[in-house]
């Protein structure tokens, strides 16, 4: 598959997410935005020209990926071990964050 028929598909897959974010990602965007910290949501990132992941928050400046994990992660430790891996390709850092823990993260920490 080309790689602009891939970020096509991508974007799709994109705009499905940004409709159905949920309520830790939310509290998590209000902390980004009164901090001031430049972000990207629900960005794509390629790790191949046909293989991509779409990231719950990516801090370009920090070249940070920021993951927030809810239960469905409880059950796919396996999946998201490969998956940090492969996004560690291309990011500089990535970050998981349990639901529960949205609020006590500090972020001045995250993001030197």
Known sequence: ?????????????????LTTETKSEKEFEKRLIQAGVEYKKQHIVFVSWWRFFIVDFYLPK????????GFIH????????????????????????????????????LIN
């Open 1 to 17: 598959m080309p790689k602009a028929k891939s970020l096509k598909v991508a974007r799709r897959f994109r705009k499905t997410l």
């Open 62 to 69: 920090q070249n940070l990926v920021v993951e927030i994990d």
């Open 74 to 109: 409880l059950s796919q430790k396996k999946k998201d071990k490969w998956r940090t891996e492969l996004l560690l390709t291309k990011v500089g850092k990535l970050k998981r964050i349990k639901n529960e823990n949205v609020n006590k993260v500090d972020l001045k920490c």
